[in-house]
């Protein structure tokens, strides 16, 4: 029996979901928060922009029999108007958050527990590859050091001393060998997304250099979470109303 089911999207397993399911005969929207201009889309319907705060998107779900949240792990405020317009409105939940990464012999990196963190912990005269985003580069715009800006489209704010490099991942891994040689980066600055963009984390570790790696928002507390759409497939065959 069909389902309608809205994805909260913004990442490849977004729209791996949304494109298996539509294959399978749900009835499937997936959520877009119009952030990029020219976003990959998934099969099935696409809608785009906010709904208005944890009211709207309880309003939204008001013909939803299933709301699964695949953003962004770092997208914290949609995960929790997830939560609690699902709450409200006694829509089943099922979150899907891809594993963080795990440090592996030779890795040289240092946890910090947010951009800010990692802006005050970069030594001055550094050259960064900055990898965390067009959002958050903001909080680097008074260190004193050279950024190497990488962005899907550009920040509003640099660095003073910066070079912007507009690129969308997944990246290759002699690309970032060659991007780190290239620039003479002395520290690379990531989220912890986990994911298919680590290439950059092995090139890291390849030249020895020091990562700073922030730490994920935490998740909402007794929400249904699997790590992988196989597993979210799965959990959503089991719930079938
Ligand atoms: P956020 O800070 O958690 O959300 C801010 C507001 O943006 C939300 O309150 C909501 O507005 C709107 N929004 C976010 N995601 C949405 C979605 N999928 N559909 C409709 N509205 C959405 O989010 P963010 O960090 O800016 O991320 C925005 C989007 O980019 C997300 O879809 C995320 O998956 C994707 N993304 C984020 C990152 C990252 O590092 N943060 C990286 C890659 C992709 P209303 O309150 O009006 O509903």
Known sequence: MSRRVLVLGGTAEARELATRLAARGDDVTTSLAGRTRHPR????????????????????????????????????TMTEHAAAAAARTGTPLLLLRRPGWTAGPGDRWTRVGSLAAAATSIPAGARVLLATGRQGVGAFADVDAWFLVRAIEAPEVLPARSQLVLARGPFALDDERALLERHGITVVVAKDSGGGTEAKLVAARERSLPVLLVDRPPLPVGVDVVESVDEALARLQQRAP
Do not use: I, K, N, Q
């Open 41 to 76: 889309l998934p099969d099935g319907e696409v809608r785009t922009g906010g709904f208005g705060g944890v009211d709207g998107l309880a309003a939204a779900l008001g013909d939803v029999d299933v709301l699964v949240d695949a953003t962004h792990p770092f997208a914290a």
